[in-house]
């Protein structure tokens, strides 16, 4: 039975990633991203979004040990991090902020980051 009420969201809209000493490399081309999960132990785990898109805030919670996560986003995302680190860091490679100033397309980045590294990067940049 099919209820109109009940609402089964595109799998493609989430991210829900677990790796143990690997590497994960995905493009997200969701026009309606609405977060996920990322787990991380001794591994890489990057996400491409410069295709997809957002509608207000989502929430991308990341837990890692011992790993990397890269986060590749459009120009015009404001992303903001509530992330608890321990000997780690969230490194925010974007050159030109401005345009995400007054963005309603928020990716907030929250979680846990132990001995681990987030980066954080548009599409334009090489080397990260």
Do not use: Y
Not at 93 to 112: H, I, M, P, Y
């Amino acid at each position: 039975m099919n209820n109109s009420s009940t609402f089964t969201a595109d799998a493609d809209d989430f991210v829900d990633s677990t790796i143990f000493f690997g590497e994960i490399k995905k493009t997200i081309i969701s026009k309606n991203f609405r977060g996920g999960r990322v787990h991380n132990v001794f591994d890489s785990t990057r996400l491409d979004f410069t295709n997809a898109d957002i509608n207000g805030v989502v929430v991308l919670d990341i837990s890692q040990t011992f790993g990397e996560t890269k986060l590749i986003v459009p120009r015009n995302w404001r992303v903001e991090t509530d992330v608890s680190h321990f000997c780690s860091v969230t490194e925010d490679k974007r050159r030109d902020l401005s345009e995400t100033r007054n963005s309603d397309k928020v990716l907030v980045v929250t979680g846990v980051s132990a001995f681990a590294v987030i980066k954080v990067k548009t599409s334009g940049l090489v080397g990260c």
